[in-house]
């Protein structure tokens, strides 16, 4: 079984930044593209950021420009800087292999508000 630790949540005031961190194991890292997830209350989990296997990203509209995401292939973890964060960023972020999911780490809570 896949494990993924994601880490870095926390609250922070809109306009904050935070980098959160994802460690996986159990598989070889870099061979997967991996993503960011999220999920906020009462809606669907939601991809918003990839990162293939060549460095290549993508980003839902909702975070362009304002989230980055990297990866280190040595040390099995990807990462996902957040800035200009908005309460709607307010959820649990997760990491998976991006569109073809092993099970799910226990993510970690970001909360954006004053």
């Not at 800087?81 to 990491?95: F, G, H, I, R, W």
């Amino acid at each position: 079984q896949v494990q993924l630790v994601e880490s870095g949540g926390g609250l922070v005031q809109p306009g904050g930044s935070l980098r959160l961190s994802c460690t996986i194991s159990g598989t070889t890292f870099r061979l997967a593209a991996i993503g960011w997830y999220r999920q906020a209350p009462g809606k669907q989990r939601e991809l918003i950021a990839q990162i293939g296997l060549g460095g290549g990203t993508r980003y839902d509209d909702s975070v362009e420009g304002r989230f980055f995401i990297s990866r280190d292939n040595e040390k099995n973890t990807a990462y996902l800087q957040m800035n200009s964060l908005k309460p709607e960023d307010t959820a649990v972020y997760y990491c998976n292999r991006a569109h073809a999911e092993w099970n799910w780490g226990q993510g970690t809570q970001v909360t954006v508000s004053s």
